[in-house]
């Protein structure tokens, strides 16, 4: 197993700027999944991609998107960053279908911060 | 829709001694239920998890939960914490009619000292 890297590992951005955060999946997990961590807080789910296409997001304005690529890397990104979006962003990947058993594996956050 | 409520923000325990952490939830479908733990600027590590059968699901590091269906709870225990254990330890679910999203509480704190 390789895991779920994400890159970078810290990033510091000013507010009204855009960022895109980078998660690679565990290989063989077709899903993969973005959280918001706010400090102190339990992570809030953002959205899931399966096969490529969004099929699950939470309470977050358009501002926030995503892709996943054929490889089931995938990217996150936020445009016109505000200070309550600074953060520690968690990848998640899963094996969804057949199987599944929701073995979800994360990786170690990307820690954003908006000043 | 569904809610996760962890009753305690912060457990102090002293090394050798056992804990518990308690998790209720509400739902109006059934649930999966998983206990992940965080240590400090690290990602979430899966502890254990029921999706059926047993009550009682024994995870890793010797820590283990009860799922109880009438009291909507699934509280994590540890007979015997060592220092290592100190970290944030998050209850989450997923309805059993969802595509998967975990939805987890605000976490307990666990502070173990010598």
């Known amino acids: 197993e390789t895991g779920v890297t994400q890159s970078p590992t810290h990033l510091i951005k000013t507010r009204g700027q855009q960022v895109t955060l980078r998660c690679s999946s565990q290989?063989?997990?077709?899903?993969v999944s973005w959280y918001q961590q706010a400090l102190g807080q339990g992570p809030q789910f953002i959205f899931q991609y399966y096969r490529e296409e969004e099929n699950g997001r939470g309470n977050f304005p358009p501002r926030f998107s995503g892709l996943q690529f054929p490889n089931y890397s995938s990217e996150l990104n936020v445009n016109a960053l505000e200070l309550d979006d600074s953060a520690l962003y968690l990848c998640?990947?899963?094996?969804?279908?057949?199987?599944?058993?929701?073995?979800?594996?994360f990786g170690s956050g990307t820690r954003l911060t908006v000043v | 829709a569904q809610s996760v409520t962890q009753l305690d923000s912060q457990v102090p325990v002293f090394e050798e001694a056992p804990v518990e952490l308690r998790c209720n939830y509400s739902s109006s479908v059934s649930v999966y239920l998983f206990w992940y733990v965080q240590y400090p600027n690290q990602g979430l590590q899966l502890l254990l998890k029921y999706l059926s059968g047993s009550t009682l699901v024994k995870g890793i590091n010797g820590f283990e939960a009860e799922f109880n269906k009438s009291q909507t709870s699934f509280h994590l225990r540890k007979p015997s914490v060592h220092i290592s254990d100190t970290a944030e330890y998050f209850c989450?679910?997923?309805?059993?009619?969802?595509?998967?999203?975990?939805?987890f509480g605000a976490g307990t704190q666990v502070v173990v000292t010598p």
């Open positions: 290989s063989g997990h077709n899903t």
């Open positions: 998640a990947s899963s094996l969804a279908g057949t199987g599944s058993n929701y073995g979800y594996t």
């Open positions: 989450a679910v997923i309805p059993t009619d969802s595509w998967g999203k975990l939805q």
